[in-house]
């Protein structure tokens, strides 16, 4: 089984609606972080946590919003999703105590908003 | 401020040759260097990582890069190219001694010809 898994891998909505992608982890981290990946422009990050009460922005926050319901879980929000939120979407985890720096990949979600 | 540059977003070579690609770092604090590799419909796949160790940092299926703080490179090398190298790559560096926020780069796309 996976390691870190993404739910849903594929999804197309259309534009204001609300979307939820979500992240689970059974690698007992207790950092994660949400990436977009767009084409020419490699990851870049959205939100991280490195705990459940620790939630800070990263490059491009906004029309986003997370929630870290465990340890082992981290969910993606778009209120009012947009077409130019299309993107491929990863959640990462890593490991504060252990061999630090190195951040683990889910499979990602294709996000499509029309 | 961190950032890295990925010289060249599309790299070609023939089976056997030496795959090069390139990355330069800029980090106001010493940092760990990273090279993953993206292959299709897949997740990123850590392939070896400079921690402040040895410089020349061996990685899985034969990749290897150097660490070049002169030079303020991480050029990722493989002396003899496979078809199954074909994928994309992206760099990245953390602030080994603020956590582990990561900066990627923009990614370098490798094909393989036979």
């Known amino acids: 089984d996976a390691d870190v898994t993404q739910t849903p891998r594929n999804r197309i909505t259309k534009t204001g609606k609300r979307i939820m992608l979500e992240c689970s982890q059974t690698?007992?981290?207790?950092?994660m972080y949400w990436y977009r990946q767009d084409p020419g422009l490699g990851l870049q990050l959205i939100y991280y946590?490195?705990?459940?009460?620790?939630?800070n922005k990263g490059e491009i926050s906004d029309g986003y919003s997370v929630s870290r319901q465990a340890q082992a879980k981290f969910s993606l929000s778009l209120e009012s999703a947009i077409p130019n939120q299309t993107a491929l979407y990863f959640c990462?985890?890593?490991?504060?105590?252990?061999?630090?720096?190195?951040?683990?990949f889910g499979p990602g979600t294709r996000l499509t908003v029309l | 401020a961190q950032s890295v540059t990925q010289l060249g977003s599309h790299v070609s070579v023939s089976e056997g040759a030496l795959v090069l690609l390139r990355c330069n770092y800029s980090?106001?604090?010493?940092?760990?260097l990273f090279w993953y590799v993206q292959y299709p419909n897949q997740g990123l796949q850590l392939l070896l990582k400079?921690?402040?160790?040895?410089?020349l940092v061996k990685g899985i299926n034969g990749f290897e890069a150097e660490f070049k703080k002169s030079e303020t490179s991480f050029h990722l090398t493989k002396p003899s190219a496979h078809m199954s190298d074909a994928a994309e790559y992206f760099c990245?560096?953390?602030?080994?001694?603020?956590?582990?926020?990561?900066?990627f780069g923009t990614g370098t796309s490798l094909t393989v010809i036979p």
């Open positions: 990462a985890t890593s490991d504060s105590g252990g061999s630090r720096n190195e951040q683990f």
């Open positions: 690698k007992g981290h207790d950092r």
């Open positions: 946590s490195f705990d459940v009460k620790d939630i």
């Open positions: 980090s106001s604090v010493p940092p760990y």
């Open positions: 400079y921690t402040s160790a040895a410089t």
């Open positions: 990245a560096v953390s602030p080994g001694s603020t956590g582990n926020q990561f900066y």
